[in-house]
């Protein structure tokens, strides 16, 4: 045949990935870039840059890692599939030799289509080809098994076999002998492939073996066999149906194996997602009200830790966060299990509401910005505590566990940041808007839903780990829950406690949060259509979400009431949220005693002694409760205010060390008497007046130990008034979500990155006009040969192609259009950067015309 009747190849069938991304639009171009970021990072120069970028070892793991379970099985279909692979053969092993599924045709369909366009593969569909770097990692190797269970071909098992046992195989298999070992191997896998001779073949094996091929065909397809096989494994040998890979070592064929499997790559086929099943169904307005509910009292639980670190909270420790110690203390004060309460102490670092002081003996204080938080309206509040949440990369999940050089991960510690927290919870709280109104999805199937869409590495693609020949093969124990599903299961019940879901159903305000793209994401195609894209709002977009939500949630809070009802046994009822300067004042005459739908205060010696501390007299508590009580002071309550008020500041104790002052001299006596005072060291001074050698503060505590009612006074003999002093960090930001790679392109990025280029694959394939000394090559050139052509360009309109190198020296080649040279610069349009630009003349190291085309 002459070299003209060769068969050509179609003048439109792209040679190498770069050539098939240059026939790409710039839409499709933008997809890849927005699919694939870490293309972007730095932009590349032209098409032939990205698309070796494209192929490194690394992007291609991280693409492969974020598709669907159905396009990996396709993908991995095509890495056992002949190079390059047409549709139909890609079909075949997709879906084996049953006939059409719709479903799988369409899933097929569209797994091509994302993987095409995030360019791990190319070609026509008569000539479909993986991209190199995937079929190396998913293409069966003898170091790793395949994910779909298969081993090499004939071809590559035999490689290195000697012909004459190429000729015995064949000859035991029933076909005639050739005339080379190249001939025999295809003479084999001919008969592996065709259905008729192959099952005729295997209706005259014995039935053990028969039995060891089913234990081999789904993976993995190594077996280990003794120097002596036993008759039916040495059946299988003889005829090739397993072939020798190392001393003791025999595999089957992939060929046979597909065979035997009906021609299909994959056990279980997953062209559709699993649909997230509905496990209750309430009335949306339960919903509403539980979700509303339990949003106040995270409000109200964020208020109480941060009272209960107002004065300083627990120390930093060296190695920074929370000692187990301080967890638990708050968890007690919290009245909460301690994984419940790490969650909230991460909750108020991610708003910014808490962080360490900063100073030498460091601390945890909250920040200026919680007493902005506090004046905010309560559905505000809990906005800004739920947005921080849904983009926090913080996970307080994993406190308590061990990081990888097995150290404990403690609250407000480091390493905590998960940079796929952010994208999971909003997928979560996404899927459930596809369940009915009211409706609680069951968590495992949420989880199989996710496990689809983003399967956790390692996941088996079609083979079982059942044992082979005689060596069995290897057993896989049940592995732990994979990060993203233990995720998944926090973001639902952690969105419970802030009350974005009730009774596990999403609420009206919790699908305001997610935004209106959740509406439009919730429901995918049926499967192959790679990963859904999970929005990532801008900060405008999330805040116009969070106020959406707090219009929605403010009309479903209860209103702060003004008045409490007092009780004759020293309590007081309030039946709902106070307003806040009532909360304050009542919280510091009281203690409290429970908590619920309503709150219950309880008034004691102590607490009336606090409040006379503070600097209220007993006519200001009196005047107080009136004005604030729905029901009659009882008596008891003001008798005990009388009462304590009499006592208070009877003794008066000041720093001598410490003396105790008092015009009651039989009271001194008393004191003196007492033989709890030993500690304190009393000795009289004059009659009226008592010396310590204990500092005032123990001698205050001390003498209200033993029932008294003493009053710190100053050097002057005024009585000092003691208000809790609320300590405050410097001002700190909020700490910023850590994300892995680079961050997602918006469309002004991703169109500026496909011009420059386009416009730097323009300049690097554009047509020159040879030169005798490099023959195309742009030549270096002097400076006057520089000048002169550039002088040139500018008469004639002519574009020209430079090599420049710039300030920072990174070399590039441009193609520019000359308009103006003077003083040592060159003003020009570059079609590399699509806009007017100067450049001086000694950063140009050479330059030459473009050809006449």
Known sequence: ?????QPQRPADTPRSLAEALRSRDDA????LLHAR?????PVPNDLTQLATRAATRASVVRALERLDRFAQQVAEALAVAPEPATYEELHALVAGDEDGDPTVDAALARALATLREQALIWGADD???LVRTARELLAPAPQYPSPTGLGPTVAEATAGMSPGRMQDIVAAAGLPSTHDAVSAVRSLTELFTDRARMSALLDEAPAESVEVLSRLVWGPPYGQVTADPARHLRWLLDRGLLLPTSPGTVVLPREAALHLRAGRAHRVLEPAPPAVEPLREHRPQAVDAAAASQAYMALDTVEELLKDWDEGGPTVLRAGGLSVRDLKRTAVALDLPEPVAAFWVELAYAAGLVASDGEADERYAATPAYDDWQELPAAERWSVLATAWLTATRTAGLIGGRDGKDRTLSALGPHLDRSSAPEIRRRVLTLLTTLPDGASPTPESVIARLRWERPPRGAAGGGTTSGAAHASGVGHSAAPMELRARIAQWTLNESELLGITGRGALSAHGR????????????????GGGAPDVPHPSPAELAAAGARAARILAPLLPEPLDHVLLQADLTAVAPGPLERPLAETLSVLADVESKGGATVYRFTPGSVRRALDAGKSASDLHAFLAAHSRTPVPQ??????????????HLRIGAASAYVRCDDEALLNEILADKRSQPLRLRRLAPTVLAAQADPGTLLEGLRGMGFAPAAESADGDVLITRAHAHRSPPRTAPEPVHDGPPLADKTMLGAAVRAIRAGDLASTAPRKATPEKGGALPRTTAAETLATMQAAVLTGEALWIGYVNAEGSASQRVIAPIRVEGGFVTAYDHTADEVKTYPLHRVTGVAELADD
């Open 37 to 41: 970021p870490d293309l972007l990072t």
């Open 127 to 129: 000539r479909l080809r």
């Open 28 to 31: 499709s171009l933008g997809a």
């Open 636 to 649: 008891p309550l003001a008798y005990l205010i009388d009462d304590v008020a009499r006592k208070h500041g």
């Open 1 to 5: 045949m002459s070299t003209d009747e």
């Open 512 to 527: 305001a949060l997610l935004g209106s793209e959740s509406g439009e994401n919730a429901a995918e195609p049926a499967g």
